[in-house]
């Protein structure tokens, strides 16, 4: 089991900076792929990055150039680091964690999700 927890959402300007954390709890986190998305209410849960146990990243074409995604397996903790953020970045922004090393970028290959947490970008 992994248990997840996000941090560091909040309300930011158009153009402004966060990063976001994501801790893990259990057991061989460092073996795990982990992908941040995200989500408005009435729609789908979102990709937005993720990055393999080796350190791979892979980005939807909406926040390439702007959000890096990065771990530190000494911490357990991805981060998803955010820039230029634009008013349509607004979302609750969640992090999952899956097996396996291949690409994946759907809700459905993750197999442990956190809580969320709020991003808003005012305009």
């Known amino acids: 089991q992994v248990q997840l927890i996000e941090s560091g959402g909040g309300l930011v300007q158009a153009g402004g900076s966060l990063r976001l954390s994501c801790a893990a709890s259990?057991?061989?986190?460092?073996?795990?792929?982990v992908g941040w998305f995200r989500q408005t209410p009435g729609n789908e849960r979102q990709f937005v990055a993720d990055?393999?146990?080796?350190?791979?990243?892979y980005y939807a074409d909406s926040v390439k150039g702007r959000f890096t995604i990065s771990r530190d397996n000494a911490k357990n903790t991805v981060y998803l680091q955010m820039s230029t953020l634009k008013a349509e970045d607004t979302a609750v922004y969640y992090c999952?964690?899956?097996?396996?090393?291949?690409?994946?970028?759907?809700?459905?290959?993750?197999?442990?999700w956190g809580q969320g947490t709020q991003v808003t970008v005012s305009s």
């Open positions: 259990g057991r061989s986190f460092s073996n795990y792929a």
């Open positions: 999952a964690a899956r097996s396996g090393a291949r690409r994946k970028s759907l809700p459905q290959d993750y197999d442990y």
């Open positions: 990055i393999t146990w080796s350190g791979i990243t």
